[in-house]
Every structure is written in structure tokens, then in C-alpha cells.
């Protein structure tokens, strides 16, 4: 058997911000924890492309909240008066999912980022040069300190944990625009409107 300390030594060097991932048949990939749009999978890019409802059923540390926040961080850069509206069951999961979207800005697109007094990101509102406005709250138990908002981009992380009440008062909110809805979670049984979401045709 060999010695473990020559078996380390033989693992490659991985940088602090890198994590490493196993692919099929033990090649190592790696991940950029803090720039994960620099080291996306293929499946990330092409729902990152994709249009119309989407539906992301995943185990955790995927890399669907990271996927999510470059989709609409980059579809409000690009795409003059987007509305989007991020929500997630607890404030600390949506806050998660819109931290991601804003280092994204950041890096990828500062100048859109307005920063003029009253207009600077906070911890729910980033608003950008081009009218579109991304906005992050937690959903709560059934929603009803969140409905009111008209949006044109709806996306909804962890909503297998959310009560079918959350839908019932976030839905409308897309009416008007006919806008969008993405829905992403880890598995939580086959009930509920996250599950009844996957049999949907236009999911």
C-alpha cells in the first residue's frame, strides 16, 4: 500500500478559492467557490440560456443557486426594466441567492450598478442604470407579506419547503407582465406544488 504522505503529494495543488469535484471516471475538476461563473457545468450554462418556466431539481451544493443568481444578474444587466423578484422560505436562503447575484454584478457588470445616493444596493433592492431592479425577501409561511409586487421574472429558491399558500399569493404577480417563473430546490417527497410542478407541461 502506499504511504499516504506520497499519496497527498501526488493530489494537485489546489488554490484556497478552488474546491475540487470528481467527475465520472476520477478526474478532478476545479470549482471557483467565489467566481463560480468562471468554472460552470454544462447543464449550469445551458439553463443559465434557457427561456420560459424552468424547473431545478437538485442536491445540495449543486451549484443551482449560483447557476440561478448568473441567470438573472446577467438578465437584468442585459435586459432594459426587468423586474425580478427572488424569494426563498427563510430571509437567510433568499438573502444567500441575492449576495450571489450582487458579487456577480460586481464582477461581471459594475457599471450597471447604480450607486447614486438613494439608489445604492441594499439588503433587499439592487437597482441598475438600465430600469431593471432585482429584489430579494423571504416568502414566509404563506406569503402575505410579499404580495402587491408586479414582476417580470419570478425565482423561487428551496420551494419544496414552501406551502402551496406561497404560490397562491406570488403567481399573480406575473399576470400582468407574463413574465416568468423559476423554481429550484433539494427534493422533499412527491407532494406539494414543487412536485406538482415537475408533471407540469410548461416547467
Not at 499516504?4 to 478552488?18: A, T, W
Not at 465520472?24 to 470549482?31: A, H
Not at 418556466?53 to 440561478?68: E, H, T, V
Not at 416568502?139 to 402575505?144: C, F, M, P, V
Request: glycine share 8%; proline share 4%.
Amino acid at each position: 500500500m502506499r504511504p499516504l504522505k506520497e499519496s497527498l503529494e501526488k493530489l494537485p495543488k489546489l488554490s484556497k478559492d478552488l474546491t475540487p469535484s470528481l467527475k465520472n471516471g476520477g478526474e478532478i475538476i476545479r470549482y471557483d467557490i467565489f467566481r463560480p461563473w468562471l468554472t460552470l457545468d454544462d447543464w449550469q450554462k445551458k439553463y443559465i440560456e434557457q427561456e420560459g418556466n424552468c424547473f431545478i431539481l437538485c442536491g445540495r451544493q449543486s451549484g443551482k443557486s449560483a447557476a440561478m443568481s448568473i441567470k438573472f444578474g446577467k438578465r437584468a444587466a442585459t435586459r432594459k426594466n426587468r423586474i425580478v423578484l427572488m424569494l426563498a422560505f427563510t430571509e437567510k436562503q433568499a438573502y444567500a441567492l441575492f449576495f450571489k447575484t450582487l458579487e456577480y454584478l460586481e464582477a461581471v457588470y459594475p457599471r450597471m450598478i447604480d450607486k447614486r445616493t438613494g439608489y445604492k444596493p441594499t439588503k433587499h433592492v439592487i437597482n441598475l442604470r438600465n430600469g431593471s431592479k432585482i429584489m430579494c425577501y423571504a416568502a414566509g409561511l404563506t406569503g402575505e407579506g410579499i404580495r402587491g409586487y408586479t414582476v417580470t421574472d419570478l425565482v423561487i429558491d428551496e420551494a419544496a419547503a414552501m406551502s402551496r399558500e406561497v404560490f397562491v399569493a406570488v403567481s399573480p404577480m406575473l399576470s400582468v407582465t407574463g413574465g416568468t417563473m423559476d423554481l429550484s430546490s433539494t427534493p422533499k417527497g412527491k407532494e406539494g406544488y414543487f412536485y406538482e410542478a415537475s408533471l407540469r407541461d410548461d416547467f
